[in-house]
Structures are given as C-alpha cells and as structure tokens.
C-alpha cells in the first residue's frame, strides 16, 4: 500500500459517523408520480423540450442543456407528462419541473443495454466518450454538479497527467460512494480506464481516505488480479481530514501541486472526478444509459434505520426519510448532503436530483448551540481554512458589502467546506456570509469581463 499523504494547510477532525458504512445498497421504489426539476447542475437549467399529455420512456431526454455550463435532464421513468409547472427543490426556492405520472413498466429508449455483465471493451474514442458524456447529463455527484463533459474538455495547449478520482468522502455521516467502491468495484474501475482514454493519460489515481480501507484493499486486489485491463490505474490511500476531497486539496495531497489562485485544476496537469460520476460515465460510455438514478444516503443519530438507497431523480425526499423509520422526534434541521457542506431545507418533499448525496437529520443539540456571540480574534477559523485565507476578515467585509475588498482577499478561493464555522467558538455564521461575499463578488466579476 502506498504511504499516506494529505494536504498541508487547514483541515478540521469533525467526528465521522459514518452509520449507514455497512449498510447494502437497495432499490428504492418509485412513486406514482415523480417530479423532475430541470435544472439539476451547477449552470443554466435545461430548456423542457416535451408537453403536457405526452409519453415519455425511461431515460428520455425531456430537457436539453443550454449553453456552455448546463446539462441533458432525462426522464427517470416511463409514463405521461401530467404537467409544466415549478416545484420547491432543496434551496427553498421554485423551480421548473416536469411531472410525470408513471406506469408500472419501465419502457426504455433504444439502445440502452440491459445487463449487469461487465463491458471491458471501450469502443468509442476520445471525443465520443466526452460526447456521450455530455449527452447522458452527467454531471459532479459529489454536490458540486459541475457538468462533467466541459471539465474532460482539456483547452489547447494543456495536458491531462492524471485523472484524479476523489474516493476520500470526507464529508462526515456520507456513505454512498463509500458503498458504490463496495458494490460496483469493477464497473468503477472501467469507469476510470474511459476517463484516462478521455484526456488521453496513462495515469489514474484513486484518492481514498484510510478510514475506508476495507475499500482500499478491495481496490488494491481487483487492479492486481486484472493487471492487463486495469493498467495505470493505482490507489493513493489519504489521511482522514476534512477537507479532504477538496478539489484542490486532494491535488496537493496527491500530487504536491498547488491549483494557482483563480486558475482551474488543468493547470496542474489534473482533472479530478468524483466516485458516483466515474461509475455513471461507465454506464453512459458502455452501456448508453443517460444518468437518472443515484445512490443517497439517508441518516442521522437518531434515524432508526440509515441507509443507502438507490433512488431514481424526481422522488420526493420525504418517502426516503419514511423507509429509513420515519422523521424522528427533536429533529430541527434537515440538510440535503452533509452537515458541513450541505444545506438546511424548509420543506422535506423536494426532488431528490444529480446532486442529492444524502439527507442527514441532526437535532438541536447534534447541530451545535448557534447562539452567536462576539468574535474573540482567537485566529482559528484562519488557521483551519485549507486555502490560507481570513475567514474573520472576509465575513466583516461582506457585511459591510465591500465587495471591492471581498475581491482583493481572494474571495473567490473558498471552496465553502465550512472549516471555519466549524472551529468558531463564537458561533458566528462565517460561512453564510463569506457565501454571500463570494455570490456578489462574482457577479460583478461577471459583469466585468463581459463589457
């Protein structure tokens, strides 16, 4: 086994309750009616390209991505289009969605390979893998949603070294991905082979955390007992800290190169691609299956059965919360994804989407005493933030709205891993503002460069 690394700057040690680790995956069944919204990653939402009354097979597409930075939405289910309208997704706010009454077959579109063999011949070159993946709506599944076809677009004069997976799921009570390695060991592993042939490199590491060595040394046997097909591929067990599958941390663990302020990963020579998206891209390259299910985590202390639950998108969350022994009593906060990264949401019946990795139930006491005092100039939240910046700083002048000053201090490099929050002996909501900061400073990026 190769030695441990990490990155060097920040991180934190929150506890990892990782509950539902040794629990299979199982198929959640779908409801009469599902509900998908059309904007399910990191961009513009997709343009709805069906109507009311129309029939629709399992794995249609029924939203086209629009511009650069979106992606396809395709139908979960087969059955009829009830209706265009909006429903509430997981930020609180209305969005676009299509409503589809289900019938009790799935009925799939052309082409699309029913099989569990594994599918070891990768026929498509270079440009056609990033095809298919732009034409199946993958996107980052480890929340970010960035469309994963515009990241394997390497820009003229760059070179891919490496294909980084992110494996380490730092992110406490997570365990989708975790079980996936488990599960799918070999099809995630072809899922690497098709990326390394996408940005045409003969290197592709596996970062994991040690605290998941059961799927370490699951790894380590599948590539060593299949030598010929996995070649190049290797695995780079991590120590256990958050932030651990930080884009740019995980590429200085690995690699020692540091991702230049305002620059992207290929700077590096890297492309980094989360657990449940290789394992997706597999699906979409060897067997033409558009991406409309994935694993998510449901847990929480006092949640009687966590579990990781195969679930097609458009289900309401709340049916998940019911298989895993109903919303238990005390429960306050309700957050789709972890509790370091993921968001509180007002409502429980929202869409399970592309980005929708877990739902966590935390009570009061769980989520910390927020009552908020005066900050104290202790410097902690400066000496956990793993990208060297002035968490105290930057939460002072985004309540101010200096925005000029936001982009001065570099802003735009947090990656909102919670870090300082988490280490704030004041309770001050560091995070909510600096997120505040970083959206309008954005903006006015934006609007900059466009003149």
């Keep these: ?20 680790a040794h629990q299979p ?21 997709a343009d709805c390209i069906v109507n009311k009354g129309d029939r629709v097979l399992t794995g249609q597409l029924i939203g086209t991505a629009k511009g650069f930075v979106s ?31 289900r019938e009790d077959q799935d009925e799939w579109v052309e082409d699309v390979i ?11 070159d270079s440009k056609q893998i990033i095809d298919k993946v732009k034409e199946c709506g993958i996107v980052g599944m480890g929340g970010a949603t960035f469309p994963t076809h515009v990241k394997l677009m390497v820009p003229e004069g760059k070179k891919a070294e490496y294909i980084i997976i992110n494996a380490a799921e730092c992110e406490p009570y997570l365990t989708c991905d975790f079980r996936l390695l488990l599960e799918k060991t070999q099809e995630f592993l072809m899922g690497v082979k098709i990326l390394m042939k996408a940005v045409n490199t003969d290197k592709g590491i596996i970062g994991i955390e040690e605290n998941k060595m059961e799927a370490i040394e699951l790894l380590e046997k599948t590539i060593n007992e299949h030598r010929d097909l996995y070649k190049g591929i290797e695995v780079q067990p991590l120590k256990t800290k958050y932030p651990q599958g930080g884009e740019k941390q995980i590429i200085k663990a690995i690699t020692g190169r540091e991702v230049p302020s305002g620059k992207l990963p290929i700077e590096t020579g890297c492309v980094v691609v989360n657990v449940a998206s290789t394992y997706a891209i597999y699906e979409a390259v060897q067997k033409n299956k558009p991406l409309i299910e994935r694993i998510v985590t449901v847990t929480g202390k006092s949640v ?78 400066a000496m956990a933030c793993p990208m060297g910046l002035q968490p105290f700083l930057l939460h002072k ?50 609007a900059r460069n466009q003149k």
């Excluded at 086994?1 to 539902?20: A, C, D, I, W």
């Excluded at 735009?412 to 503002?433: H, V």
């Design 304 to 381: 009687k059965k966590p579990c990781n639950l195969r679930v097609r998108f458009g289900t309401p969350a709340d049916l998940l919360i019911e298989a895993a022994g109903g919303l238990p009593e005390g429960i306050t906060d309700i957050i789709n994804g972890g509790p370091m990264m993921g968001k509180s949401v007002s409502v429980t019946n929202f869409p399970c989407i592309k980005g929708t990795s877990g739902i966590l139930l935390m009570t009061l006491h769980e989520a910390q005493d927020r009552r908020q005092t005066n900050c104290i100039r202790c410097g902690r939240c």
């Design 71 to 101: 992606a396809n939405v395709h139908s979960p289910a087969t059955g009829t289009v009830a209706k265009i309208d909006v429903v509430m997704d997981h930020t609180g706010y209305y969005k676009p969605a299509v409503f589809i009454d």
């Design 1 to 20: 086994m190769n030695p441990l690394k990490t990155f060097p700057r920040g991180g934190v040690h929150p506890e990892e309750n990782k509950l539902s």
């Design 114 to 124: 029913q099989t569990d063999e594994l599918l070891t011949e990768i026929k498509l």
């Design 25 to 45: 995956i199982q198929d959640f069944p779908m409801p009469k009616q599902i509900i998908v919204p059309l904007g399910q990653c990191l961009g513009a939402p």
């Design 397 to 446: 002048l985004a309540k101010q709205n200096n925005f000029d000053e936001t982009e001065t201090n570099h802003v735009m490099d947090c990656i909102e891993c919670g870090s300082c929050e988490f280490t704030c002996p004041a309770n001050i909501p560091l995070l909510d503002y600096i997120r505040y900061g970083k959206a309008k400073t954005g903006a006015i990026i934006r």
